[in-house]
């Protein structure tokens, strides 16, 4: 087999690898995800079940729906931060400047325009657990050239972007 047909089968096993990786990473937040909102419909449910029993026997409310209360914020943290880490999985870029998220692979914010491609890595912090998820920026770029422009097309590089950006993701002129 010749180096060029050799460096492209390993090219399409490379993006084969990562794709499924991605699928994988993806399918288990997405199971995490689930199991999360179900362990807070439990609480919702264990709540309304207690507060059906206190006054069914003429009781009052107190302490116990403190701690109710306290799991249910810790509940949802931990949900808002699972979908945060799926968004990112998924391909996601936060802008360093503005805290826009931008499709991954793009060189530059499609708010306000900050290059993207600078940083090596960026950091979503858990509010409930207090820990950093590290994804790389870096993403083999596929491109996809539509039949019809969906989009702005860039007057310099002619790039198709989204019709709500303001700056081009190619080349960061505005459009």
């Known amino acids: 087999m010749s180096d060029s047909k050799t460096g492209t089968a390993a090219n399409v096993i490379k993006a084969v690898t990562e ?3 991605r699928l994988l990473k993806t399918t288990k937040l997405s199971i995490n995800l689930s199991n999360e909102e179900g362990k807070l419909k ?3 449910n ?5 507060v059906h029993e206190i006054y069914k026997h003429g009781g009052t409310l107190g302490a116990m729906f403190d701690d109710k209360y306290k799991m249910i914020v810790e509940q949802e943290a931990k949900i808002a931060d699972i979908r945060n ?5 998924k391909g996601v870029v936060i802008c360093p400047k503005c805290d ?3 499709k991954r692979g793009s060189s530059f914010c499609q708010r306000c325009g900050e290059s993207l491609s600078g940083a090596e890595e960026y950091v979503v912090v858990s509010e ?3 820990t950093d998820h590290r994804l790389p ?3 083999p770029q596929q491109q996809q050239i539509p039949s019809q422009p969906t989009g702005k097309i860039c007057n310099v590089c002619s790039a198709t972007n989204d019709p709500f950006e303001r700056f081009c993701l190619s080349c960061g002129r505005a459009l």
Do not use: C, H, M, V
């Open 19 to 21: 794709g499924s990786g």
């Open 42 to 44: 439990a609480i919702y």
């Open 46 to 50: 264990d709540i309304g079940k207690a």
């Open 85 to 89: 880490r799926l968004e990112i999985a």
């Open 100 to 102: 826009t998220n931008s």
């Open 128 to 130: 409930a657990t207090a």
């Open 137 to 139: 920026l870096q993403e």
